[in-house]
Nanobody
Framework: QVQLGESGGGLVQAGGSLRLSCTAS????????MGWFRQAPGREREFVAG????????TYADSVKGRFTISRDNAKNTVYLQMNSLQPGDTALYYC????????????????WGQGTQVTVSS
């Protein structure tokens, strides 16, 4: 069974950094698109960043450009989200997901989802 697993979340003060990881088990996702999403309480799930699981340049939401960086380690079947200059508005449950639609911002176009990892930024 295909699984995506996120890790790396936690509690950090404003201005701090965290690095999230998303590892795929049971298969690789070469040729498919990978996205990081987040969802805060009472808000819709929103796209944060994404790129091809094995190739392709990144796409970022305007709210995280210049602060977040997405990267991959194909040998480990893992993608990362480096988050710097974190703000209280970044507090959310962060998910990784994989789908077939390149550069899609819509959660409904993604087929596989992780369980999420909580990021909390204190002021």
């Amino acid at each position: 069974q295909v699984q995506l697993g996120e890790s790396g979340g936690g509690l950090v003060q404003a201005g701090g950094s965290l690095r999230l990881s998303c590892t795929a088990s049971a298969r690789t996702f070469g040729g498919r698109y990978m996205g990081w999403f987040r969802q805060a309480p009472g808000r819709e799930r929103e796209f944060v960043a994404g790129f091809g699981w094995t190739i392709g340049g990144p796409t970022y939401a305007d709210s995280v450009k210049g602060r977040f960086t997405i990267s991959r380690d194909n040998a480990k079947n893992t993608v990362y989200l480096q988050m710097n200059s974190l703000q209280p508005g970044d507090t959310a449950l962060y998910y990784c997901a994989v789908g077939n639609t390149w550069s899609s911002l819509r959660p409904s176009t993604y087929d596989y989802w992780g369980q999420g990892t909580q990021v909390t930024v204190s002021s």
